[in-house]
């Protein structure tokens, strides 16, 4: 039976290193290569010897998807490609494709650089890595090869982030990667049609949460900054460089500006003129409401926040500063951090999700004394403050895509399995026939499909069918129709035996067959075959029994005949034979007499 198989090499009941192998239709496809925050170890990249011990992993995928630029789902990249060896296409939108090596590079100065690390891949292999890299355009189908087609479709979450349907044959998955079911200052709303997959394969990262409306939040922000900056502190918020950082900006921008607010907003990072400038060149990407400013007022130039030096994190008095990452585990994020944790005027904002094992975390967790690198203890004084600004949808959200797409199956990946496991029982609960899972990582689940095969069917046939009785096939009562069917072109027909002959330039053979049977019979011949011809006609229902002036019994295209033995009298042979109309290339089945 045909089936569809879907392990996570990362990801699985967890947060970070997304990386999920599908194998359908004799396709292997692995969809995002990423990284996890939480470890500096092996198991910072997804374990590829799962897929092979030794040789290129070419050999084993058809293809690789990345749905959007967060080093969780791409940092593992060129890991992968260059370093364990893969040649074949990688898949990613145009804007990914364009911020995606930017990041890389970022990850690989702070862990080469800064760290020292050796056993890493190095610029040249980034860039050699997205040599590899075909685009996608949104709703656009694309042909991997002969069988394998997919199509990207628009996830919010971050610019360029795309949740992605492949198909072969009639078999079908969608991969979310990261999406958000409500539009933002930035950016729309995930969006699917109801392609009705045999699994839907779904981030569950806000499983067990449903969000307070955006207003409310973004009210709360603005009042817990204003706050802290009126009584002399200092705001930190640590940001990913793309995605939540413009989201906050522009608020605080249109904050400041209303407000007349002189205090200082700084981001802290190179890319921030990088960020603004692919924004520009994929406006198309971000909401309406900014593609129709666009020409009198670029949004994404601030006229309040200003490039941060290092320096100004020593500065007295009030000052915000967005930092990168975004969750506290490196770079300059945490050096600033470090300085500020001591004063309790000060406050730090952490506006989305922070993965076990990262300083954002344990803040999150309550913890007051942290252990830093180099066995030093820093007491955290500041005030910690979360407040969910992240693009990832919540559970209704999660079930909002569900009713969207009806999927067959869902599968929850990208989240802690206890919050998993309310919402497997809630999904299972809300949809009548839905089978859920959430496999670890290594775990393989699979999926049994049942591919329906189309095949378009002649007027002429149907014709012919509805002239024998009855109504026309309905898909709700199913009913036999004999044709003969055609495979020519990649495409299946069901046309009339005549039609079919005539179109493929066959004639049809005669089958003769014969057989005899002996009986003991004291009766004259005559006798004999008037007995056998009554006995026919009352077993042979529903056939045409026929007694011909030639002394025969024909019984449908059955010729009986009976004759005395020459050495017994009493013995009679019965010689039985029945022909078929055949056409060359068909196979006879139950050549036998109806008992």
Not at 15 to 32: A, E, P, Q, T, Y
Not at 90 to 104: E, V
Not at 133 to 143: A, E
Not at 503 to 518: A, I
Request: proline residues 5%; hydrophobic residues 35%; contains cysteine.
């Amino acid at each position: 039976m045909p089936e569809i198989k879907v392990t996570p090499l990362g990801a699985g009941q967890d947060v970070g290193r997304s990386c999920i192998l599908v194998s359908i239709g004799g396709k292997n496809i692995m969809l995002d290569c990423g990284m996890h925050m939480g470890y500096n170890d092996d198991r910072r990249f997804p374990d590829f010897s799962y897929i092979t011990q030794n040789g290129r992993l070419t050999e084993f995928l058809d293809c690789v998807i990345i749905s959007h630029f967060h080093l969780d789902h791409c940092g593992a990249l060129p890991y992968m490609s260059e370093m364990v060896g893969y040649d074949g296409p990688i898949y990613m939108t145009h804007p990914t494709k364009a911020i995606c090596p930017i990041l890389l590079e970022d990850f690989r100065k702070i862990t080469v650089d800064k760290k020292g690390e050796t056993n890493f891949f190095t610029s040249q292999m980034i860039k050699d890595c997205m040599k590899k890299v075909v685009p996608l355009n949104l709703h656009q189908t694309v042909q991997v090869d002969d069988e394998l087609e997919i199509k990207a479709y628009y996830a919010g979450h971050v610019l360029g982030a795309a949740m992605v349907q492949i198909k072969v044959g009639s078999e079908s998955v969608v991969y979310t990667g990261d999406y958000n079911m409500t539009p933002d200052r930035h950016l729309g709303a995930a969006w699917i049609d109801k392609c009705r997959p045999d699994i839907l394969i779904s981030e569950s990262t806000y499983a067990t949460t449903i969000r307070d409306s955006k207003r409310c939040r973004e009210r709360d922000f603005l009042k817990k900054v204003h706050e802290t900056v009126e009584r002399g502190g200092k705001v930190l918020i640590p940001v990913f460089a793309l995605g939540r950082a413009q989201e906050l900006c522009i608020l605080l921008e249109t904050f400041w500006e209303r407000m007349n607010l002189k205090a200082p907003i700084y981001f802290s990072t190179g890319l921030t003129e990088k960020a603004n400038h692919y924004y520009k060149l994929f406006i198309t990407w971000t909401n309406q409401k900014i593609r129709k400013t666009f020409v009198q007022r670029n949004m994404f130039e601030f006229k309040h926040i200003k490039a941060f030096d290092r320096s100004y994190a020593d500065n007295p008095g009030p000052m915000v500063v967005f930092a990168t990452p975004g969750m506290l585990h490196a770079g300059q994020s945490l050096q600033i951090f470090k300085k500020w944790a001591g004063n309790e005027k000060n406050m730090v904002i952490m506006p989305g999700y922070c993965v076990q094992g990262t300083v954002g975390h344990k803040l999150l967790s309550g913890q007051k004394k942290l252990e830093m690198e180099g066995r030093t203890t820093l007491e955290v004084k500041l005030q910690v403050e979360y407040m969910s600004f992240s693009a990832h949808a919540d559970a209704k959200g999660i079930m909002q895509l569900i009713r969207m797409a009806e999927p067959r199956n869902v599968m929850l990946v990208h989240g802690e399995a206890k919050k998993m496991e309310f919402l497997k029982d809630k999904i299972e609960q809300e949809f009548t026939g839905i089978s859920c899972f959430m496999p670890a990582n290594g775990e393989t689940t699979t999926i049994p499909t049942n591919p329906s095969v189309p095949v378009d069917i002649s007027l002429n046939l149907l014709k012919r069918e509805a002239a024998f009785g009855g109504p026309l096939p309905d898909p709700k009562k199913p009913r036999t129709m004999h044709g003969t069917l055609i495979m020519k072109d990649s495409s299946l027909r069901l046309v009339s035996p005549e039609q079919a002959l005539k179109e493929l330039d066959l004639n049809e053979h005669q089958l003769r067959f014969t057989c005899r049977v002996q009986l003991q019979d004291p009766y004259s011949d005559t006798d004999t075959l008037s007995r056998v011809y009554n006995h026919l006609k009352s077993v042979l229902k529903g056939y045409t029994v026929q007694h011909l002036p030639d002394g025969t019994v024909m019984v449908e295209s059955i010729v009986l005949k009976v004759s005395s033995s020459a050495e017994d009298p009493n013995t009679k042979v019965v010689l039985l034979s029945w022909s078929y109309q055949v056409t060359p290339g068909c196979t006879i089945q139950g050549s036998q007499l109806p008992h």
